[in-house]
């Protein structure tokens, strides 16, 4: 068995791995896309979200080479050069000779760019864009080869030159130009200078991806991703089982090639089994923590209520509007968890701004004022719950209805999660004045 053949066997094996690593990876991040619905902005609260939008800021910045409004944008200016090399060698007859070799090369002579948080708008609203940290697919604004004569070269480039240069320098410039649309995949949080989320780079998110590309596109080239990986490994472990044997007569190394490829489209196959587990089980982990988010928020109402009440009813009155907005914040003491009976799952900030409007002197109690401020702003938040919530147990639902996750669903116990039904929430609007 000849060295080179096991080096060969040994680089195929590797590259194989590396393959299914690839792969799975690829596979991986299509699923998650494909489970993820598209949210509306308004529908976005905490957790992992997918947004389609224009991208929009109150200041954009001009970039420097196109001069185009963009929302962020980078740049850099490429110097080519090329010297020539003399060098010594010795030849297959023991004697010196010398020989002139010629190298080129590009140096990055100049670059910049500038990135700011900015907004994401649709039909709904707008929310917050912190590309921090995010995996950005740009647009290409300027890809230009030129020397002296054009006016680039000394004004957007360095006046100084580099050793052996060949006078002709690359502009390259890529950036995300205002109004352009955009594809959105990552981690909401909320803001903590009002009630809205925010999309951030979170260290345990699967993904962060913030690309011009459509969806479609982006499904398109993991799907060619998986297959091309998946194919190359297969072919690599193959040959990593037929090269040992190269030189060698019989049917060894085909009958060895036939095992490895076998193995790598087992475990190709495990691969793809857990990954359609553990995607299901993702999913329903998402719909929960959707329901615990919105719990906590109903707490943060319980929490409220009480003193809410005692001031209402220390009103001493009959009045009936006053009866009817106790007995409504009173039925909002308990949660109801979704799919069960209990108490009419309703927002109650609409009869408490109400009846400050019908009793100036309530209105104008401080204690009724600030906890009537901190209601509104709770149902704003219960509002931002209900929509993550019912967002990611559709997400499930329709999953675990499909082939071929339906299989494992039914082998696992997954079950439908109901929706959540509410009325008289209000989410507040965020306001901005972005520019044209």
Same mark, same amino acid.
Request: some cysteine.
């Given at each position: %068995?000849?060295?080179?053949?096991?080096?060969?066997?040994?680089?195929?094996?590797?590259?194989a791995?590396?393959? @299914?690593?690839?792969?799975?990876?690829?596979?991986?991040?299509?699923?998650?896309?494909?489970?993820?619905?598209?949210s509306?902005v308004?529908?976005?609260?905490?957790g992992l979200?997918?947004?389609?939008?224009s991208? /929009?800021?109150?200041?954009?910045?001009?970039?420097?080479?196109?001069?185009?409004?963009?929302?962020?944008?980078?740049?850099?200016?490429?110097?080519?050069?090329?010297?020539?090399?003399?060098e010594?060698?010795?030849?297959?007859?023991g004697?010196?000779q010398?020989r002139?070799?010629?190298?080129?090369?590009?140096?990055?002579?100049a670059?910049?760019?500038?990135?700011?948080p900015?907004? @994401?708008?649709?039909?709904?609203?707008?929310?917050?864009?912190?590309?921090? =940290?995010a995996?950005?697919?740009?647009?290409?604004?300027?890809? %230009?080869?030129?020397?002296?004569?054009?006016?680039f070269?000394?004004?957007?480039?360095?006046? =100084?030159?580099?050793?052996?240069?060949? %006078?002709?320098?690359?502009?390259?410039e890529?950036?995300?130009?205002?109004?352009?649309?955009?594809?959105?995949?990552g981690?909401?949080?909320?803001?903590?200078?009002i009630?809205?989320?925010?999309?951030?780079?979170?260290?345990?998110a699967?993904?962060y991806?913030?690309?011009?590309?459509?969806?479609?596109?982006?499904?398109?080239?993991?799907?060619?991703?998986?297959?091309?990986?998946?194919?190359? =490994?297969?072919?690599?472990s =193959? $040959?990593?089982?037929?090269?040992?044997?190269?030189?060698e007569?019989?049917?060894?190394?085909?009958?060895?090639?036939?095992?490895?490829a076998?193995?790598?489209?087992?475990?190709?196959?495990?691969s793809?089994?857990?990954?359609?587990?553990?995607?299901?089980?993702?999913s #329903?982990?998402?719909?929960?923590?959707?329901?615990?988010?919105?719990?906590?928020?109903?707490?943060?109402?319980?929490?409220?209520?009480?003193?809410?009440?005692?001031?209402v009813?220390?009103?001493?009155?009959?009045?009936?509007?006053?009866?009817?907005?106790?007995?409504?914040l009173r039925?909002?003491?308990?949660?109801?968890?979704?799919g069960?009976q209990?108490?009419?799952?309703?927002?109650?900030a609409?009869?408490?701004?109400? $009846?400050?409007?019908h009793?100036?002197?309530?209105?104008?109690?401080?204690?009724f004022?600030?906890?009537?401020s901190?209601?509104?702003?709770?149902?704003?938040?219960?509002?931002?719950a #209900?929509?993550?919530?019912?967002?990611?147990?559709?997400?499930?639902?329709?999953?675990? /209805?499909?082939?071929?996750?339906?299989?494992?669903?039914?082998?696992?116990?997954?079950?439908? %999660?109901?929706?959540?039904?509410?009325?008289?929430?209000?989410?507040?609007?965020?306001?901005?004045?972005?520019?044209?």
């Amino acid at each position: %068995m000849e060295q080179g053949h096991l080096v060969l066997a040994g680089g195929a094996a590797i590259f194989a791995v590396a393959s @299914l690593f690839a792969g799975h990876r690829a596979n991986k991040r299509r699923r998650l896309l494909t489970a993820l619905p598209t949210s509306s902005v308004q529908g976005v609260f905490i957790g992992l979200v997918e947004l389609k939008g224009s991208a /929009e800021t109150e200041r954009p910045f001009t970039s420097w080479l196109a001069s185009q409004s963009c929302v962020l944008y980078s740049w850099r200016v490429d110097e080519h050069w090329r010297r020539i090399v003399q060098e010594s060698y010795t030849d297959q007859n023991g004697r010196r000779q010398t020989r002139t070799r010629v190298e080129t090369g590009v140096v990055t002579v100049a670059s910049g760019g500038e990135s700011a948080p900015f907004y @994401l708008r649709d039909d709904s609203g707008v929310i917050l864009i912190n590309p921090d =940290g995010a995996e950005i697919r740009p647009l290409s604004l300027v890809q %230009m080869t030129c020397g002296p004569s054009h006016p680039f070269y000394y004004d957007r480039g360095p006046r =100084g030159a580099i050793p052996n240069t060949t %006078m002709t320098r690359t502009f390259v410039e890529t950036g995300i130009p205002l109004h352009t649309q955009l594809f959105v995949v990552g981690e909401a949080r909320e803001r903590t200078d009002i009630v809205a989320p925010e999309i951030h780079a979170a260290p345990k998110a699967p993904l962060y991806l913030l690309t011009t590309e459509s969806e479609e596109q982006v499904l398109s080239r993991y799907g060619w991703s998986r297959s091309g990986w998946g194919i190359g =490994g297969l072919f690599a472990s =193959g $040959l990593a089982g037929w090269a040992p044997f190269l030189n060698e007569s019989g049917n060894q190394g085909l009958v060895t090639a036939l095992i490895a490829a076998t193995a790598y489209a087992s475990l190709w196959l495990l691969s793809w089994t857990i990954l359609i587990y553990n995607s299901l089980v993702d999913s #329903r982990h998402r719909v929960r923590q959707g329901w615990s988010l919105l719990e906590v928020q109903l707490k943060r109402r319980a929490d409220l209520i009480p003193h809410l009440v005692a001031i209402v009813d220390g009103l001493k009155s009959h009045e009936r509007d006053v009866q009817e907005t106790l007995a409504a914040l009173r039925n909002q003491l308990a949660a109801t968890p979704d799919g069960q009976q209990g108490p009419d799952f309703a927002g109650v900030a609409s009869q408490i701004v109400r $009846l400050s409007e019908h009793y100036p002197a309530l209105s104008a109690t401080p204690a009724f004022a600030q906890l009537q401020s901190q209601l509104i702003e709770t149902e704003q938040r219960i509002a931002l719950a #209900r929509a993550y919530f019912n967002d990611a147990a559709s997400a499930y639902n329709t999953a675990i /209805e499909v082939f071929p996750d339906r299989l494992f669903a039914s082998l696992g116990g997954f079950r439908r %999660m109901p929706l959540l039904e509410a009325h008289d929430f209000e989410r507040a609007s965020v306001h901005v004045q972005l520019a044209s």
